[in-house]
């Protein structure tokens, strides 16, 4: 069996507890050792195994190679070991004010809060917990639209951003509100002069998101966060993809609110965080109502393992960040270059430098996208032809670009991340070629673009 790419954690459970993890590297795999017996879990990241596998009626020759780091990334082992002792002996409510239990787990939730807010430069105050993303988004938009209503009510966000700010615009739009859905250039990037043209005394909020899911193009934070602090506008950034990833400082770039997601950066899924700023004070209202926890903008009781996963996520994500990117940097290079020096009519989509380059967003023009993504089923990427799993109409992302349908049913994403191999990436662009080639050698439209035929300009005939 291949070695690439596994990652090993150790499991314990002795006497029906587990024991303290503390791994060893050995050899490039991690051993725990408890009272002189080696236990091992494999982890994988993006290996094949041996054995055939049959899922959802899919006959697979193994466990595909992951490359959707976009929908999610694997749990980093550190992580994993960080939390083991909030599932097993400290298992006590954080809110508990009375008692040992209550006290240790508190003071967890508090250490996680401070990593937290120690990668995005901001105070740990102004960090609030919440279940991820989508719920620290509809916090800061609905929150914050609610509670300046009798004065502002028109808001402005992109029409590329996360399918959970656009609905959460939408409802408002449904009570009333007016919203601005504003348009991206043919590289992803807003047109700033576009943005200022479109704030007006009414409004209370712009929402952009920071690194865009579909096709990684990184929006000017910075130039945003001046032009609307300039306009006392609130700014809130969807920042899911880009926390833990690029360097992020909400002072810096005059961020008021942003959302943040533990399984994006190799934390936990099931918890992420809202950053509200504290000075100039934002003020939201709450959208969950209870105990009045997180400040009374989030209540509910904390889960305490996923709280201290993120934070540990997070410290690893700040300690590591610029070996990441470069070590990223080169298999995104290798993956792109691999593809388009042995087949022809590849695109990126979206800007090529302003640009996360763990989201590789490829169009393979004459070719069908979900064709390709079941003859890649050795491979775990995305479509960009769905904007939800579900749905096979075109991305709306793609066609905000300026992409017509065919362009944006031929895109596929590869996710490249942390745990990512030269062998792996290597195998993905023998996969992909492999099945472009066979795909188009099937094709009538790919002879014709062949004998140099302009497909654009032939009248095809109904039947």
Not at 26 to 33: D, F, P, R, S, V
Not at 165 to 187: F, K, M
């Amino acid at each position: 069996m291949a070695n690439a790419g596994l990652r090993f954690v150790c499991n314990r459970f002795l006497r029906g507890r587990f024991a303290k993890i503390q791994p060893a590297v050995l050899g490039g795999q991690a051993a725990c050792t408890q009272d002189g017996t080696a236990w091992q879990k494999r982890f994988y990241v993006a290996v094949p195994e041996e054995a055939p596998i049959k899922v959802k009626g899919i006959e697979l020759s193994g466990r595909p190679l992951y490359l959707d780091m976009q929908s999610t990334t694997p749990v980093d082992p550190r992580v994993l070991d960080a939390m083991m002792p909030y599932l097993t002996d400290m298992f006590g409510n954080p809110h508990s004010r009375t008692h040992l239990y209550g006290w240790e787990v508190e003071d967890a939730i508090e250490i996680a809060r401070k990593e937290v807010a120690d990668l995005i430069g901001s105070n740990p105050k102004e960090v609030i917990f919440t279940s991820g993303a989508t719920e620290s988004n509809n916090i800061a938009i609905k929150g914050i639209a609610n509670f300046y209503k009798s004065k502002k009510r028109h808001l402005i966000t992109t029409q590329t951003d996360h399918k959970c700010v656009l609905d959460s615009c939408r409802a408002l739009q449904q009570e009333g509100w007016d919203i601005t859905y504003l348009p991206v250039q043919e590289n992803g990037i807003i047109d700033l002069k576009e943005l200022e043209a479109a704030i007006r005394e009414d409004t209370v909020l712009v929402s952009v998101m920071a690194v865009n899911n579909e096709i990684g193009v990184i929006q000017p934070l910075k130039e945003i966060g001046q032009l609307c602090r300039s306009r006392k506008v609130f700014f809130h950034t969807d920042a899911a993809q880009a926390v833990g990833k690029i360097a992020i400082d909400v002072d810096d770039m005059n961020i008021d609110c942003m959302s943040i997601s533990g399984h994006k950066l190799y934390g936990p899924k099931g918890i992420g965080a809202i950053y509200v700023r504290r000075r100039p004070r934002v003020r939201i209202v709450a959208q969950m109502n209870g105990g009045g926890q997180e400040r009374g903008m989030r209540s509910g009781t904390l889960p305490t393992a996923l709280v201290v996963g993120f934070g540990a996520a997070c410290k690893v994500a700040q300690e590591e960040m610029v070996a990441d990117r470069k070590h990223i940097e080169r298999l995104s290079k290798m993956l792109y270059e691999g593809i388009t020096s042995k087949i022809e009519h590849v695109y990126m989509n979206g800007d090529k430098d302003r640009r996360y380059p763990g989201n590789v967003n490829l169009s393979f023009a004459h070719v069908e996208g979900e064709s390709l993504l079941m003859g890649l089923k050795d491979i775990a990427v995305s479509s960009g032809s769905a904007c939800t799993s579900a749905s096979l109409e075109p991305s709306y992302v793609l066609r905000a670009l300026g992409k017509d349908d065919e362009q944006a049913h031929s895109s596929i994403r590869f996710g490249i991340g942390r745990f990512t191999t030269e062998e792996e990436v290597e195998r993905a662009v023998d996969l992909a070629v492999q099945h472009v080639t066979r795909l188009r050698e099937m094709s009538p439209l790919w002879e014709m673009v062949q004998e140099g035929i302009d497909l654009k300009t032939i009248q095809w005939s109904q039947h």
